[in-house]
């Protein structure tokens, strides 16, 4: 079977979910197809609110095998994404009280880039990664990895093993799987009483409030706010007491948990507190969010058609653009072309099959005049390259909250906001 539909909440099991957006039938996110290709699988993207426990959440799943048979992406190589593993690991070792020869599990490691961080300091480390090729990359670059799915069985394997880790970490990794509590509690079962839990998550009040529907697709299954991710850690045994946030995804927060209660610190009173005022609890915030979200849609359109006629190239052919081109409607009816920096990518076309993504050097020889910021949660990294390699033009960015143009002024070669 392709895809299942769930009838009670993915975190605490209640029945009775609120429907709240429904984005329509869409291909696989991730799926890209080969120029030609017409066999392209669509699958309902809806999503629902629990009133229980407050998670936000997708109403499909598919089935593991289809949706990660072509997964052959490699984190985000952006230099953000660097910059940000430097001071994670800083941030970790500080919170959790890491000492030089202690231990760090981390659960789906990839390949190992916020690990070496880690070892870099002194730390030891053990990446735990289901993809092959991409454990074997860890692994020759020099990180530790065992190449597995996490769950109690590999946790158990592993302290036997390796030895019981000081922290384990999760980064980014906990909203996309549907084995949630076994994730948890493989967790759960790691960690001793004085060890340190950690996961990275795009935070549910920034996707609410920031209108981020981009990031709804199939392999994302949980939207956690700190109060759900709570909820969901306490039916594990597990006490958070600390955030940090975390610029990755367009805003997230990392929680820290331990077995034991520790003494809240301030930044979780902080988090807890914004949320509430958020209404991040609220089913009337989701079905807001819901109506803005298609008020965003025409917003989208609006703009495009104001460079009807033009050149218009996408830039970033991630998941999340996918929802988005998808949901609105757009695809070479607008786009030339969607440029991407992974390799990997280029030469494929789009989920809907019908947009090219091509390289940086394909795209300029294009001659666009607008560039769609697609991965606008990277642009202004993706706006001084363009520019810095010649670009002249608008570009648009489709988030956070609304469309924005902005465009190059040629004379003075500075970027300014235009009015709307
Ligand atoms: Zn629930």
Redesign the pocket.
């Known amino acids: 079977m392709l895809f299942e539909k769930i009838s009670s909440?993915r975190?605490?099991?209640?029945a009775g979910l609120v429907d709240i957006l429904d984005l329509g039938k869409q291909p696989l996110a991730n799926a890209l197809v080969a120029p030609g290709n017409s066999t392209i699988n669509k699958v309902p993207l809806s999503t629902a609110f629990?009133p229980?426990?407050?998670?936000f959440q997708l109403k499909e799943t598919v089935n593991k095998e289809v949706l990660f048979n072509h997964y052959v992406w490699v984190t985000g190589t952006s230099v953000a994404a660097r910059e940000y593993a430097r001071v994670f690991a800083d941030r970790v070792i500080q919170r959790a009280g890491l000492k030089k020869g202690d231990l760090v599990f981390e659960v789906a490691s990839n390949d190992g880039t916020v690990l070496k961080q880690f070892l870099a300091r002194g730390i030891a480390v053990l990446g735990i990664e289901p993809a092959k090729n991409i454990a074997k990359m860890a692994t020759d670059a020099g990180v530790r990895t065992d190449c597995a799915f996490w769950n109690v069985e590999s946790a158990k394997r592993l302290i036997q093993q390796i030895g019981i880790p000081k922290v384990v970490m999760a980064r980014n990794v906990v909203p996309h799987v549907s084995d949630l509590h076994g994730v948890i509690e493989g967790m759960a079962q790691a960690l001793d009483a004085n060890g340190t839990g950690i996961i990275e998550f795009h935070s549910g009040r920034i996707i609410a409030e920031e209108l981020h529907y981009d990031s709804i697709y199939h392999e994302h299954l949980c939207y956690f706010t700190a109060h759900s991710m709570e909820?969901l850690l306490k039916q594990h045994g597990l006490y958070p007491y600390a955030f940090d946030q975390s610029p990755i995804s367009g805003g997230s927060l990392v929680v820290y948990f331990s077995k034991q209660q520790r003494p809240w610190e301030r930044s979780y009173l902080d988090i807890i507190q914004e949320e509430k005022r958020a209404g991040v609890d609220e089913c009337s915030t989701w079905e807001r969010f819901s109506e803005q979200a298609k008020e965003h849609r025409t917003k989208t359109l609006e703009v495009l058609n104001q460079f009807k006629g033009k050149v218009i190239v996408g830039f970033g052919s991630s998941a999340r653009s996918a929802t988005y081109i998808n949901f609105c409607g757009i695809g070479s009816n607008y786009l030339k072309a969607i440029i991407d920096n992974n390799p990997l990518k280029q030469g494929l076309m789009t989920p809907a099959g019908d947009v090219p993504i091509v390289s940086f050097e394909q795209g300029m020889a294009l001659k666009p005049e607008v560039i769609f910021v697609l991965a606008w949660n990277l642009g202004s990294e993706i706006m001084d390259e363009c520019i810095k390699r010649g670009f002249r033009g608008s570009f648009i960015v489709p988030f956070p909250r609304e469309p924005h143009i902005i465009s190059t002024l040629p004379v003075e070669e500075k970027v300014v906001e235009e009015a709307e």
């Open positions: 909440c975190a605490c099991g209640q629990c229980n426990c407050s998670l909820y």
